[in-house]
Structure formats: C-alpha cells, structure tokens
C-alpha cells in the first residue's frame, strides 16, 4: 500500500490517534504501525459482540430418500450482538428456514438461538439469545462513510472463528439483487476479504463501530465484497423486532422493463421513455380493482416517475398501504391516471 494511502488511513475516523501529528510520507514504519494500531483496537473492541452461527436445516423428503445418510444439512455463518439483552444480527440466507440455530460467543460460550423475524428482501434476520447481558457492538452512521477509509471484516468463514480482514471502503450507493429479487439499495463494496462463513458478520471501521453487515462476494472476481449499510440494518432490525417482519406494500401486477418508442413519449410529452409493461394482473388485486390492464405501462406513482421495476419496488413502502396512489399509465398511445389502494404483502420470511 502506498504511503499517501497509509497517511489516509492515518487520518480516517480513528479515536485513539487523534490529536497525533501526521508523520512524514516517507517514515513508513510509523504509517504501518499507525494502520496496524487501528486495526488491532477495531478487533479488539469488536471481537467480544461477533457470534458464530450453526444451523440445522431439515432436508426436503426427496433428497433425504436419495441415497443422504443425513435427514438435516448444517451450515455456519457470522453475526453480532447489537443489544445487551441478546439480539443478533446476521444475514438471512444464514438463517432462513433453519430448523435450529446455536450461537457461540467469543468467550466460548454457546446458546440456542431463537428466530425474531427475517427479511429476504435485504438479506437480514434478527436472532436472539438468552445470555443476561453481553458484550453490544456500537452501530455506526453510514451516511457518514467515504470512500477510501478503513473497513474491517470480523467473521467465521470457512469454520474459522474470529477471523480478522482489512481493506478500504471500494465504493458507496451500489445496489445488490437479494435472494428474493429485490435490490438492496445503498450497499457498501469493500476489498476486506470475505468468504462464505463471514456471512452476517459486521464490517467496521477505525473506531470500532459496525458500519455494515457483510453479505455476498463477487466470484470469481477478487476484492469485491459487498455489505449492507448499518443504517438500513438499522431500520430493519427495528421493524422485525416490533412485528418480526417487514410491511410493504403491493399493487398485484407482474411487469418488466420497457422502452417506450420515441414518437410516442415525444407525443404525450412523457418525462422518460421508460417504463414498466404490466404483463399480468392478479384477481382480486389492488391493480384489477384500479382498472390497470394487461399491456398498460405504469410511468407515475404520485407523481414519481416509474422508469423500471425496481423504480416500483422502492415506491412501495409500508407508508402507501392502504392510502390512495395516483398511478399514471399509458395506455395504447394514451396516457391516463388512475386511483389505486395498494394493499400488504407479507414478508417472504
């Protein structure tokens, strides 16, 4: 690493070098000892919140019949204590439809894990253990996160507890497809190496605290990770600790992404020439008792232009169900506006 990114580092948001005078570019011992310092503290600060998750899942009745010695498939993966009283965050796809969950702290005591809710949707879960008070990691801001600071990934990958990997912050504002289709909106993409195990462990920074949970790896590409912001863990966390779910609201029309032709777009003096085609309508839906019609193209909801489905997905918050939408379609070649009550889906946990 070259020493003008070593004296970044230096500089990033670590409290206990504060107030220390910036050494010279050229001295780089002191920068490699300044960089190893605040990654030391960072774990060590972290260490004692980051939990290792087993998991036993009871195989389908088809494979269990085929030959498998085993009626359950295990698995493993990271998470972190976030309160005193033993709630956990971790990833989804660790925890989804397991039929059991252990936890094991770092000080080597281990405990069953209870389900509290998880959400596919930006492949988070919350668990919680019953271990009187323990050790709770502090959250971070990720709106306060820039590009090039230090992140550090603490998990359990391949089995291997506790593991500590350094990088830089890569990237800011991507978007990651989850397992159920949906687009995680603002994840952070870091080069600290993760590998399956480290999955629901928390990425910190120089100060120690969790500024997103590691999620997914791009393969078979190298230094491209990827975690969820600790702000929409936030969020989240919160929504499935209230109800053990995630409320959103739907319409009931399955669409895809299309192009509206020019000639078109330019005649009704459309904003975009995108839009999303409405390929089907289910019964008894919000959208059948709007009027909306297969082939209609939404371009509006209140107002918002509509320029694809994932466009759709973030419109639809737990805040519209129930209240009435103007949702702007075209029609053919004309444009219309009409009122609909977007229902609730339920969480696909």
Known sequence: MKPSALRAIH???????????????????VLLAAYSQAVVRAAEAISPSVAFIEITKALPQARAAAGQRSREARGSGSGFVFTPDGFILTNSHVVHG????????????????TLVGDDPSTDLAVIRISAGRVPAAPLGDSEKIRVGQLAIAIGNPYGFQYSVTAGVVSALGRSLRSESGRLIDNVVQTDAALN??????????SAGEVIGVNTAVILPAQGICFAVAINTAKFVAGQLIMRGRIRRAFLGVAGQNVTIPRFIARAQQLATENGVLVIGVEKQSPAERAGILDGDVILTL?????????????LLTDTRIGAACRIGLLRRTEKIELRVIPGEIASSA
């Not at 399956?196 to 920074?205: D, E, F, I, K, T």
């Open 11 to 29: 500089n990033t948001d670590t409290e206990s070098l504060k107030g220390s005078p910036i050494p010279a570019v050229g001295d780089d011992a």
């Open 98 to 113: 397991a039929a059991k969950v252990s936890v094991t702290l770092s000080d080597g005591r281990r405990f069953d894990a």
């Open 196 to 205: 399956p195990g480290n999955s629901g462990g928390p990425l910190v920074n």
């Open 302 to 314: 209140d107002g918002t232009a509509v320029r694809s489905v994932d466009d759709l997905h973030k």
